[in-house]
């Protein structure tokens, strides 16, 4: 989601060991603007992407318009 802000030069993350809840971000954005904003901005967006799939996913359910596997005995 913050690659496509046309604001952030460079993103990316590194997890430095992968027995620590620690991830490491590093957002470069053109103009020396805000990063932070634009982590945040990214963060609302794949929220709402979230929500879209959610509320399509529970329509599909209600309507079960979706494919059956019958258990084999």
């Not at 929500?51 to 005995?73: A, C, H, I």
Request: proline share 4%; hydrophobic share 35%; aromatic share 8%.
């Amino acid at each position: 989601m913050l690659m496509k802000n046309p604001k952030v030069e460079f993103c990316g993350y590194s997890v430095p060991h992968p027995s620590e809840n620690v991830i490491n971000v590093r957002i470069q954005m053109y103009d020396n603007l805000s990063s932070l904003e634009a982590l945040i901005t990214a963060l609302a967006d794949l929220d709402k992407v979230c929500e879209s799939v959610e509320d399509e996913y529970l329509t599909s359910l209600r309507k079960g318009d979706f494919e059956r596997w019958e258990e084999r005995t």
